[in-house]
């Protein structure tokens, strides 16, 4: 009776307790006190830290869980890749990035001490002596895309600059004296060597539109050849392709063009083999035709000019002497 007696007195709704008075001991009997009433609806939620009035007392932090406002994590407590060598890992994190920042920074200067660039484009860059058998070919084989992926790997496996050129230069060199280098060729040159010679007193924008006719014409030559078919005496597609790969980048290849454009009939595929030979009455056609080039009609830029006996005459270069 005397127990139930302090629960109606001391927890009763106005009785003016939340529990048992200062000091006094818990109930008799063990029992647990009543969980804390539901604030209101609408009511606004304790601070965070503070328990409500008259709630019981509260549940100590978790073993381990930092407390409550608390900064950096203890020494050690932080995250730490997986394989970082011991020498690596410092005291906290900041140490940590430290000794990682002065590891990073030393294999960097060994490979550049080492002569390991930073970027792929150093291996191009050759100085020093180099073999007059493999200069000619390096500004080509620096453009090649295969020099470029090469120099890539190169890198990934940390080879120095100088032992990659080293090698280069001495495959090219190996190459050379097997005969596997072709020689290069020097463009400018060719297309000097194709000026005819009735072009080589005009202007050299004037002699590069006359190459290029002139070699506009062979490759038309052996196109047409194409189309006559392999079965008709013509070439197959594969073989005329062939042809202006391997010649057509050289005035000597041009020349055979034209040798060949003379003696099937100047391409025009209706005529057999034949070879022009001076012409009637002994006259040597190239000294016909250097007369007819030096006339005014036929001379550029002179007033009496004639477009259509220019015309003409370059016509009789293609049919009578295809090589000039």
Request: glycine share 12%; charged share 30%.
């Given at each position: 009776m005397k127990n139930l007696l302090f629960r109606i007195v001391f927890n009763a709704a106005d009785g003016g307790g939340g529990g048992a008075p200062g000091g006094a001991a818990p109930p008799a009997g063990g029992a647990a006190p009543p969980a804390p009433a539901a604030p209101p609806a609408g009511a606004e939620p304790p601070a965070a830290g503070n328990p409500p009035a008259g709630a019981g007392p509260q549940s100590p932090p978790s073993a381990g869980a930092p407390p409550a406002g608390a900064g950096n994590p203890p020494a050690g407590d932080f995250y730490k890749p997986e394989g970082l060598p011991e020498h690596l890992l410092g005291k906290d994190q900041n140490e940590t990035m430290d000794k990682l920042a002065a590891a990073l920074k030393g294999y960097r200067e060994r490979d550049t001490n080492n002569g390991v660039p930073d970027n792929p484009d150093a291996y191009a860059e050759f100085k020093g002596e180099i073999s007059e058998t493999v200069k000619p070919h390096l500004e080509t084989l620096t453009k090649d895309p295969l020099f470029s992926r090469v120099s890539d790997k190169a890198l990934e496996m940390k080879i120095s600059v100088p032992q990659y050129q080293a090698l280069v230069q001495e495959f090219m060199s190996v190459s050379s004296e097997m005969g596997l280098l072709e020689p290069v060729v020097d463009e400018k040159a060719e297309r000097e060597a194709l000026?005819?010679?009735?072009?080589?007193?005009?202007?050299?924008?004037?002699?590069?539109?006359?190459?290029?006719?002139?070699?506009?014409?062979?490759?038309?030559?052996?196109?047409?050849?194409?189309?006559?078919?392999?079965?008709?005496?013509?070439?197959?597609?594969?073989?005329?392709?062939?042809?202006?790969?391997?010649?057509?980048?050289?005035?000597?290849?041009?020349?055979?063009?034209?040798?060949?454009?003379?003696?099937?009939?100047?391409?025009?595929?209706?005529?057999?083999?034949?070879?022009?030979?001076?012409?009637?009455?002994?006259?040597?056609?190239?000294?016909?035709?250097?007369?007819?080039?030096?006339?005014?009609?036929?001379?550029?830029?002179?007033?009496?000019?004639?477009?259509?006996?220019?015309?003409?005459?370059?016509?009789?270069?293609?049919?009578?002497?295809?090589?000039?």
């Open positions: 000026v005819p010679e009735a072009a080589k007193h005009l202007t050299p924008a004037e002699q590069q539109q006359a190459v290029e006719k002139r070699m506009n014409d062979n490759y038309a030559f052996l196109d047409a050849m194409v189309a006559r078919g392999a079965e008709g005496g013509g070439l197959s597609k594969d073989d005329a392709e062939f042809a202006k790969a391997m010649l057509g980048d050289s005035a000597k290849g041009h020349r055979f063009f034209e040798w060949l454009r003379s003696s099937t009939g100047g391409g025009s595929g209706t005529g057999g083999p034949r070879m022009e030979g001076p012409a009637a009455g002994g006259n040597d056609p190239r000294k016909e035709l250097a007369r007819r080039a030096a006339l005014p009609e036929n001379t550029w830029g002179n007033p009496k000019f004639d477009q259509k006996s220019y015309d003409a005459l370059q016509a009789d270069y293609a049919r009578l002497i295809p090589d000039n």
